[in-house]
């Protein structure tokens, strides 16, 4: 019930196109979802991050959407351009705990 | 702030040694984390502490591995003895209570065990 599911493992996009990531959770007590972000040699860093009372939240060209009644979510990057390849994780976290349950990430190729 | 700041940046080390991890959380925040991340498992949670205190290390995968935290501005991430199947990365994180509630993670250490 810890665990978030993230899907794809891998992902090569062309520049341009739109990037897709999904995840799932069953924990109902989760209520912050954030996406991170890493390049290779760093660590992880937050690219944004949605709560569940809201079903998207944009910035730039990253969009969080998230479905409560299926308990999944989802990163989107329109317009995906090379300096986006990296690997993204998804995770979640609950109010009465301060810990973050990782998904096991998307390395995400785009291609120039 | 410089960041989360973890050393070393890499470490090598022979099978049966003891290695010694160590971070210096942003100051003023008062939770601190430590994870490690394989290409198999992604990013696992092995201990956090809440103002030095220990909170939840059911992830600390044996007792081969200690953490310690003495003060608000250091910690450590032992194993003793270290086996090749520790090679990983292992990165320390830190927030502050409340919000926003993100989590700031250092640099991390390539740890080899050969």
């Known amino acids: 019930q810890q665990q978030v599911k993230q899907s794809p493992q891998s992902l090569i996009v062309q520049k341009g196109g739109i990037s897709i990531i999904n995840c799932a959770y069953e924990n109902t007590a989760f209520d912050y979802f954030p996406w991170y972000q890493q390049f290779p040699g760093k660590g992880p860093a937050l690219l944004i991050a949605?709560?569940?009372?809201?079903s998207e939240k944009k910035e730039g060209r990253f969009t969080i959407s998230f479905n409560k009644s299926a308990k999944q979510f989802s990163l989107h990057i329109m317009d995906s351009q090379p300096g986006d390849s990296a690997t993204y994780f998804c995770?979640?976290?609950?109010?009465?705990?301060?810990?973050?349950?990782f998904g096991t990430g998307t390395r995400l190729k785009v291609l120039a | 702030d410089a960041g989360v700041i973890q050393s070393p940046r890499h470490e090598v080390t022979e099978m049966g040694q003891e290695v010694t991890l160590r971070c210096k959380p942003i100051?003023?925040?008062?939770?601190l984390f430590w994870y490690r991340q394989t290409m198999m498992r992604g990013l696992e949670l092995l201990i956090y502490f809440n103002n030095n205190v220990p909170i939840d290390d059911s992830g600390m995968p044996e007792d081969r591995f200690s953490a310690k935290m003495p003060n608000a501005s250091f910690s450590t991430l032992k194993i003793q003895p270290s086996e090749p199947r520790d090679s990983a990365v292992y990165f320390c994180?830190?927030?502050?209570?409340?919000?926003?509630?993100?989590?700031?993670f250092g640099q991390g250490t390539r740890l080899t065990v050969v």
């Open positions: 994180a830190s927030r502050k209570s409340g919000t926003p509630r993100e989590a700031f």
């Open positions: 995770a979640a976290s609950g109010s009465g705990t301060y810990k973050y349950i």
């Open positions: 949605i709560r569940p009372d809201v």
């Open positions: 100051s003023g925040h008062d939770y």
